[in-house]
């Protein structure tokens, strides 16, 4: 069981240069998250995707996309990069059960850098 | 969601309790405390949550007071790898679960 697994670890992109970070989990989780994280602050909610085929804007969207592919993946594209967009991106997934709260499972982070 | 009030930073000596305080005077009946932890460069790790009675994992206990308005999470031996920023969030379980990360405490656990 891998839980939430990111790829790539890093990445350095030129300005206007596009990709995506992928993400997936193994734990038949229904949510499933993408967030920021800036040098020395909290994390950034970009998009969600509360369940298969939705997905939401977070709170900092603008310049990325998302794509929900299936349950077990979700995307995040940068389609023209720009330095504000460097920051360590993490992806998080979550079985969002009403009953029990919804604690959220994080991947190891992607740490990008736009020059 | 409430908001959270948490000391900045907290040192700990290794083996001993590390008792992290939470205040959130504001929270609503439906909302819960959790916690998670992060490791210098690591993903967010949830650790515990509650509504109104006290809770025990694995991990740690977390103490909530009668009025819900604050909140401690007991780490009962703490381990060099204990240090981490501890975040408090306080949040209502809705369609789409977002987080919102305040400061938190730096914790040190220390030899």
């Known amino acids: 069981n891998a839980g939430v697994t990111q790829t790539p670890k890093f990445q350095v992109l030129k300005t206007g240069q596009s990709m995506t970070l992928q993400c997936a989990q193994d734990?038949?989780?229904?949510?499933m998250y993408w967030y920021r994280q800036d040098p020395g602050m909290g994390l950034r909610l970009i998009y969600y995707?509360?369940?298969?085929?939705?997905?939401d804007k977070g709170e900092v969207p603008n310049g990325y996309n998302v794509s929900r592919l299936n349950k077990r993946e979700f995307s995040l594209r940068l389609e023209s990069a720009a330095p504000s967009q460097t920051s360590v991106y993490f992806c998080?997934?979550?079985?969002?059960?009403?009953?029990?709260?919804?604690?959220?499972?994080f991947g190891p982070g992607t740490r990008l850098t736009v020059t | 969601d409430a908001k959270t009030t948490q000391p900045p930073s907290m040192d700990c000596a290794e083996g001993r309790a590390a008792n992290l305080p939470c205040n959130h005077s504001?929270?609503?009946?439906?909302?819960?405390v959790y916690w998670y932890r992060q490791i210098h460069s690591q993903g967010p790790q949830y650790i515990i949550h509650?509504?109104?009675n006290n809770e025990t994992n694995e991990m740690a206990s977390l103490i909530i007071t009668e009025d819900r308005k604050s909140s401690t999470l007991i780490l009962p031996h703490a381990t060099l790898r204990d240090t981490a920023v501890y975040y408090c969030?306080?949040?209502?379980?809705?369609?789409?679960?977002?987080?919102?990360f305040g400061g938190g405490t730096r914790l040190m656990v220390k030899p």
């Open positions: 998080a997934s979550t079985r969002a059960s009403f009953n029990f709260g919804a604690e959220q499972y």
């Open positions: 734990m038949n989780h229904n949510s």
């Open positions: 995707s509360a369940s298969e085929g939705t997905t």
């Open positions: 504001t929270i609503s009946g439906n909302e819960y």
């Open positions: 509650g509504l109104k």
């Open positions: 969030i306080v949040r209502v379980v809705r369609a789409g679960n977002m987080l919102t």
